[in-house]
T-cell receptor, first 118, second 116 residues
Framework: GAVVSQHPSWVICKSGTSVKIECRSL??????MFWYRQFPKQSLMLMAT?????????EQGVEKDKFLINHASLTLSTLTVTSAHPEDSSFYIC??????????????FGPGTRLTVL | AQTVTQSQPEMSVQEAETVTLSCTYD???????LFWYKQPPSRQMILVIR??????QNATENRFSVNFQKAAKSFSLKISDSQLGDAAMYFC?????????????FGKGTKLTVNP
């Protein structure tokens, strides 16, 4: 199997504070993880690619100083939303491919984190 | 840049009937992967089916099958014997395979309603 978890599933914070979201691969190692953002009734938009042991790669238009990504181990990537503002409120989803199985390109998704910034 | 187009924002089907969701994509690559993901109200993304571009045979997974037309860059999903639990958003996605670098590009999705 390929199970990906996220924590927390739902977080509410005050404007100006920072929030950390964790993404874990539970039964496989993931050298690469991906972070997406999804607004209501819209599709998933890739924010960044998280690489274990090296810097993340951000998509065009995504502020790397605002969305800090750390991938310190083969099973954990974190996304920190710094100085959050109401416009950062969204659903954040992570995914990871399990390279050790034949269909190693298939990405498995976490359950998502709903962020509400007041 | 690769793009994925789902031209049907919403579709509905009667329980036990068959429905086909459309997807087209644009790429200049020859080696890539295509996916259909399902997102129910829980918002958990669930893999439905996967297709390798170099395989001419259409992928099938139980009641789910695809019609992959590489030359036409078309990748439709057929759901047979639709069940109430099939109601969800369905996203078509393209994954380019190039030197270990990869990213999924999603279509805008099709909301499927299953009527009892």
């Amino acid at each position: 199997g390929a199970v990906v978890s996220q924590h927390p599933s739902w977080v509410i914070c005050k404007s100006g504070t920072s929030v950390k979201i964790e993404c874990r691969s539970l039964d496989f190692q993931a050298t690469t993880m991906f972070w997406y953002r999804q607004f209501p009734k819209q599709s998933l938009m890739l924010m960044a690619t998280s690489n274990e042991g090296s810097k993340a790669t951000y998509e065009q238009g995504v502020e790397k100083d605002k969305f800090l990504i750390n991938h310190a181990s083969l099973t954990l990537s974190t996304l920190t939303v710094t100085s959050a503002h109401p416009e950062d409120s969204s659903f954040y989803i992570c995914s990871a491919p399990n390279r050790l199985v034949p269909a190693g390109d298939t990405q498995y998704f976490g359950p998502g984190t709903r962020l509400t910034v007041l | 840049a690769q793009t994925v187009t789902q031209s049907q924002p919403e579709m509905s089907v009667q329980e036990a009937e068959t429905v086909t969701l459309s997807c087209t994509y644009d790429t200049s690559e020859s080696d890539y992967y295509l996916f259909w993901y399902k997102q129910p109200p829980s918002r958990q993304m669930i893999l439905v089916i996967r297709q390798e571009a170099y395989k001419q045979q259409n992928a099938t997974e139980n009641r789910f099958s695809v019609n992959f037309q590489k030359a036409a860059k078309s990748f439709s999903l057929k759901i047979s014997d639709s069940q109430l639990g099939d109601a969800a958003m369905y996203f078509c996605a393209y994954n380019q395979k190039r030197g270990g670098s990869e990213k999924l590009v999603f279509g805008k999705g099709t909301k499927l309603t299953v009527n009892p």
